[in-house]
């Protein structure tokens, strides 16, 4: 029997995406939460608090679009030409607020609101733009001859606007959770206190669209709800409501780094349900991960670049979450 590399490529590209999604997201947090605090001090505390590892946390997002273009190239093809404004605007917004991260540490006190805003508007673009992808991802194409054929705007739908805000929860959720595991003081306990609500918001979110996808695809609620499907699948829901629910009993308590692994799980879990609803499709409605496959010599030769360079990401990136474990103080950290 040979070896799955679609497969085995499916599972590269989604431990990528799922590694961006964990990483950037509590960073994108920050910006998203910075409208919520007014201090000059704790502003400087949260961006230190990142200031570190962020930009390596992006490293992800080119992996996972590198190696889909590589092994899959049609849904490549597809997926851009379907998504070319969100994604455009996603990487416009990922630029802005990098430049305004580094120009804040460089401005004056006259010009510091300035690229506060700039930090906290590509937040919130680059942010939204991947919830309304992921949206319209899970809408689905029209593909014709193995190219897409659906609209400019076909992306633009109810549905993906709320994915777009309910991705802006999320990571607002992961951002407040990183800062009670990496502050202290009045900070930490204002993040407690936008934390619960934040929880509570990104369980309603995972509801809504956890009824909403199966009411508009009904292959999907079959997935779900057929027997015995809906048996094995049982411990998704179940366990994201006692996660949820362990999130605030944490944030209610004194540990720090508890509600940041928790807000990991719940992230983990939507992510988890999203794979069970899509799969094997990688360009929805019904174009599996072996239609939209390159030929297998090509698979093969870069697999064996990416099974090469994986342990190296992992590698320099635990090493500098290591190297810059510990709380962040006021007045100390990034120069």
Do not use: C
Not at 202 to 228: C, E, K, N, Q, Y
């Amino acid at each position: 029997m040979g070896i799955d590399l679609p497969l085995l490529w499916a599972i590269v590209i989604g431990f990528g995406l799922m590694m961006y999604v964990i990483m950037d997201g509590f960073d994108l947090g920050i910006g998203i939460l910075f409208p919520f605090v007014r201090e000059r001090e704790d502003r400087d505390t949260m961006i230190n608090s990142v200031a570190p590892v962020w930009d390596g946390n992006e490293t992800w997002l080119v992996l996972g679009a590198a190696a889909l273009m590589a092994a899959f190239p049609m849904a490549y093809a597809v997926i851009l030409s379907a998504l070319y404004l969100p994604l455009m605007l996603m990487l416009a917004g990922l630029i802005w607020r990098g430049v305004a991260f580094e120009f804040r540490f460089k401005a004056d006190e006259s010009h510091k609101p300035f690229w506060d805003k700039a930090f906290i508007w590509g937040s919130y673009i680059a942010t939204f733009s991947q919830g309304v992808a992921l949206g319209a991802f899970i809408n689905g194409f029209e593909v014709q001859s193995g190219a897409y054929a659906g609209g400019v705007f076909d992306w633009l739908t109810p549905f993906s606007l709320f994915t777009g805000l309910g991705l802006v929860i999320a990571y607002a959720l992961l951002g407040s959770t990183w800062l009670v595991m990496k502050t202290e003081g009045g900070l930490q306990r204002r993040m407690r206190e936008l934390g619960r609500p934040i929880t509570m918001a990104v369980l309603v979110s995972i509801v809504v669209v956890s009824i909403w996808t199966p009411l508009g695809h009904p292959d999907i609620a079959v997935r779900w709800f057929s027997l015995p499907n809906l048996i094995y699948l049982a411990p998704v829901p179940v366990l994201v409501a006692l996660a949820s629910r362990l999130l605030i009993n944490t944030l209610n308590g004194e540990t720090h780094a508890a509600p940041f692994v928790l807000s990991l799980a719940l992230l983990f879990l939507g992510y988890s349900g999203l794979a069970i609803s899509l799969w094997p499709n990688i360009i929805p409605p019904g174009i599996s991960i072996w239609a939209a496959a390159s030929p297998p010599q090509s698979m093969g030769f870069a697999l064996v670049g990416a099974l090469f360079i994986i342990p190296f990401i992992l590698a320099y990136t635990a090493w500098s979450y290591y190297v810059f474990r510990g709380k962040v103080k006021a007045g100390e950290g990034y120069h």
